[in-house]
């Protein structure tokens, strides 16, 4: 069964520290991945997905298939980044979503 | 253009009353979704519609739990009777096809006392 990972509950960085969100996943497949990012009282949004490649935010994040990972990266982090990041995985035969815990990031000025 | 709007924004409820949950999509999308995150947990995929048809229901925890989307507009999600364990936020999503990506609704937090 496909699973997704996010090992770290909690993470706090200071504002223009290099941010790191890990993600790992387990499918036996070829997976899309996606990162969700939640502002406080906002709703669940896409942040970005593998395949479009590219930097959101100043976000970007690598499928790397041999260790099985999706970590989120930002190299300077802003006070505006602060929210509940979920990394997502979806089956290419199906449409439903399998998302892991979050991540409560916490930017400290 | 509006977004995918979910009412009750919260609702408490005592065990074993009944509670219905709904979801309006963007307009013109056919794919709707309900997703539920239980206190701690994961966001889990309960169900997924095209238009009024159910596509995949895997993820609906047991028979207490009945979604339709009649005409393929908004859905509801009816819980019937309710468990204390039935407590979380459940998310409603929509999308126009199956390349698009997911818009989310603000979720119905749910409290079950």
């Known amino acids: 069964a496909q699973r997704v990972t996010q090992p770290e509950k909690l993470l706090s960085v200071f504002k223009g520290a290099p941010v790191e969100l890990k993600c790992n996943y387990s499918y036996s497949g070829s997976p899309e991945l996606f990162w969700y990012v939640q502002y406080s009282r906002q709703r669940l949004q896409l942040l970005l997905r593998h395949i479009s490649r590219e930097s959101i935010k100043g976000f970007t994040a690598d499928l790397n298939k041999g260790e099985t990972s999706f970590h989120l990266k930002k190299p300077f982090a802003q006070e505006e980044d602060s929210a509940m990041y979920y990394c997502?995985?979806?089956?290419?035969?199906?449409?439903?979503?399998?998302f892991g815990t979050g991540t409560r990031l916490t930017i400290i000025p | 253009e509006a977004g995918v709007t979910q009412f009750p924004s919260h609702s408490v409820i005592e065990k074993g009353q009944t509670v219905t949950l709904r979801c309006d999509p963007i307009?013109?999308?056919?794919?709707l979704y309900w997703y539920r995150r239980v206190m701690g947990k994961e966001i889990k995929f309960l169900l997924h519609?095209?238009?009024?048809?159910?596509?995949?229901e895997s993820g609906m925890p047991n028979n207490r739990f009945l979604a339709e989307r009649t005409g393929g507009t908004y859905s509801t999600l009816k819980v019937q009777p309710a468990e204390l364990e039935d407590s979380g936020v459940y998310f409603c999503?929509?999308?126009?096809?199956?390349?698009?990506?997911?818009?989310f609704g603000s979720g119905t937090r749910l409290t079950v006392v």
């Open positions: 997502a995985l979806k089956d290419f035969g199906n449409e439903k979503l399998t």
């Open positions: 307009s013109g999308h056919d794919n």
């Open positions: 999503a929509s999308s126009q096809d199956l390349q698009s990506g997911y818009t």
């Open positions: 519609f095209v238009k009024e048809s159910k596509q995949d």
